[in-house]
């Protein structure tokens, strides 16, 4: 749903961002501000959505200069969701480029490397750009926006930290634990937030990790939550040890938790008889910050 546009003058725009701050309403007031700024879209069959109308340039300066100042909602792109990058600048910006860079998800504490990745641009400079993120390795990437004058110089630049949400965790909220099987992923969000981010392993061929979400029942087998925990535990059936141990279903016959060392290498893919299998480092880590009750969904 587009939502309606709000036209206030140049003048008055200048005004409220020139203005100082009065009191503890004033992020309150920036968030109005931005939503102010941002113009209303436009669908085109061919490009998706665009901007409507661009945004004056409001940083009174003569040397180029450019600052972000929002992307998407609170700063958090959703995977495969069109979102708003909006930005005002100063002096001569004639075009801009919009490209990120973010580090892999790690592997048992360690770095797996970074990457980057030139996402829009060179695009005419109006202020606002509409990208839509498809699924990066990351939990958070910087998103960096660059400036050029008329004779394609880089003159500016401006960069800003944004958090990524899986598309399935696009309407969940609070605390609660995301498992994808298709990426191979753990996503833990507490109280709304992204605060880790896993390499796993689910079931190989043959066995099976059920899909699941809270209050789920099937076969009578309650499941979809973290119903006990253990950090000792021991798998009669496999005769091995399974520290860190959370219970996904009511009997324990799916859980998180550490796999054995000569497993990691296979961290990343389907490896395991149907449960979550996690590097040791992380399983601590989680084990650590979920508590009895975390809801589960595994997509």
Not at 2 to 20: E, H, M, N, Q, T
Not at 100 to 107: G, I, K, M, S, V
Not at 212 to 229: H, T
Not at 234 to 245: G, H, I, L
Request: aromatic share 8%; charged share 20%; glycine share 10%.
């Amino acid at each position: 749903m587009l939502r309606p546009a709000i036209s206030l003058s140049l003048p008055i725009l200048a005004a409220l961002v020139c203005a100082p701050s009065t009191g503890p309403a004033a992020v309150g007031e920036e968030a109005d501000l931005v939503r102010a700024l941002a113009p209303p879209l436009r669908w085109d069959p061919k490009q998706g959505w665009q901007p409507a109308g661009p945004v004056p340039p409001l940083l009174v300066t003569p040397k180029p200069c450019l600052e972000i100042l929002s992307v998407g909602a609170g700063n958090q792109l959703v995977e495969d969701e069109p979102a708003e990058v909006l930005w005002q600048w100063g002096g001569e910006i004639a075009s801009v480029r919009i490209s990120c860079e973010y580090e892999l998800c790690p592997l048992g504490g360690r770095s797996r490397g970074r990457a980057q990745k030139i996402l829009a641009g060179p695009l005419p400079n109006t202020g606002c750009a509409i990208l839509t993120p498809a699924w990066v390795d990351a939990p958070g990437l910087t998103l960096r926006l660059t400036g050029y004058d008329a004779a394609g110089r880089p003159v500016a630049s401006a960069e800003k930290y944004v958090t990524l949400r899986p598309r399935q965790a696009r309407d969940l909220r609070g605390t609660f634990i995301v498992i994808l099987r298709d990426r191979q992923r753990l996503y833990f969000f507490q109280d709304d937030k992204l605060v880790r981010m896993h390499i796993i392993s689910t079931a190989m061929p043959g066995y099976t990790t059920p899909r699941m979400a809270p209050g789920m029942v099937r076969g009578g087998l309650r499941m979809g939550q973290v119903f006990y925990k253990d950090a000792h535990a021991w798998s009669r059936r496999y005769k091995c040890p399974m520290p860190y141990w959370m219970a996904v279903t009511s009997t324990g016959s799916h859980g998180i938790h550490a796999t054995v060392p000569r497993a990691y290498r296979r961290l990343g893919r389907p490896a395991s008889h149907g449960c979550i299998r996690q590097h040791l480092h992380d399983a601590r880590i989680l084990f650590g910050m979920v508590k009895i009750g975390t809801p589960v969904y595994i997509f």
